[in-house]
T-cell receptor
Framework: DTGVSQNPRHKITKRGQNVTFRCDPI?????LYWYRQTLGQGPEFLTY????????KSRLLSDRFSAERPKGSFSTLEIQRTEQGDSAMYLC????????????FGPGTRLTVL | QKEVEQNSGPLSVPEGAIASLNCTYS??????FFWYRQYSGKSPELIMF????GDKEDGRFTAQLNKASQYVSLLIRDSQPSDSATYLC??????????FGQGTTLQVKP
């Protein structure tokens, strides 16, 4: 257990529905990252926050995706109008700025879109 | 060319042998490099990181970095069946995001 938690661990939804995932980072970590991983591939970067500011978004993050970190603590990732291609493991990682860039991952949320 | 490349394997070694996992990267300005282990259905677990050219040892694991050749490797000595997993190489970008290879599957046979 790295200290990063994610909920839910599994989500099954029908195409067109909205889903929201939550990540709670290690408490003193000020950077929080979201990645997506599909079968047989390494994780792909989606977006990251430093405190409450969203500093970078990947082109993978279409208009249907939105992420927030309202008080610089937990973060949410919402996917609107889900598509079957959104089925993946969504991973959250956190790190402490100033340290070397070691990122610690949560257990992930596995999304299945039917 | 992918930014971080790994042979997907599987790499099969007998128990007790040395497993050698390799990774190349394209961004010559990359400064920090990471190895994560991922068991099937689980999230990546950080096992090693390296910043300077040369070797870094931690228990049975040794990470090797050659910036001139843009090459990172991970050696696992005395491989155990419990080491069977996918090993992900990651390179830190200048903004801090990690860029991962596709991973190498390691199988350690008893």
């Amino acid at each position: 257990d790295t200290g990063v938690s994610q909920n839910p661990r599994h989500k099954i939804t029908k195409r067109g529905q909205n889903v929201t995932f939550r990540c709670d980072p290690i408490s003193e970590h000020n950077r929080l990252y979201w990645y997506r991983q599909t079968l047989g591939q390494g994780p792909e970067f989606l977006t990251y926050f430093q405190n409450e500011a969203q500093l970078e978004k990947s082109r993978l993050l279409s208009d249907r995706f939105s992420a927030e970190r309202p008080k610089g603590s937990f973060s949410t990732l919402e996917i609107q109008r889900t598509e079957q291609g959104d089925s993946a493991m969504y991973l959250c990682a956190s790190r402490l700025v100033g340290a070397y860039n070691e990122q610690f991952f949560g257990p992930g949320t596995r999304l299945t879109v039917l | 060319q992918k930014e971080v490349e790994q042979n997907s394997g599987p790499l099969s070694v007998p128990e007790g042998a040395i497993a050698s996992l390799n990774c190349t990267y394209s961004d010559r300005g990359s400064q920090s490099f990471f190895w994560y282990r991922q068991y099937s259905g689980k999230s990546p677990e950080l096992i090693m990181f390296i910043y300077s050219n040369g070797d870094k040892e931690d228990g049975r694991f040794t990470a090797q970095l050659n910036k001139a050749s843009q090459y990172v490797s991970l050696l696992i000595r005395d491989s155990q069946p419990s080491d069977s997993a996918t090993y992900l190489c990651a390179v830190s970008s200048n903004t801090g995001k990690l860029i991962f290879g596709q991973g190498t599957t390691l199988q350690v046979k008893p």
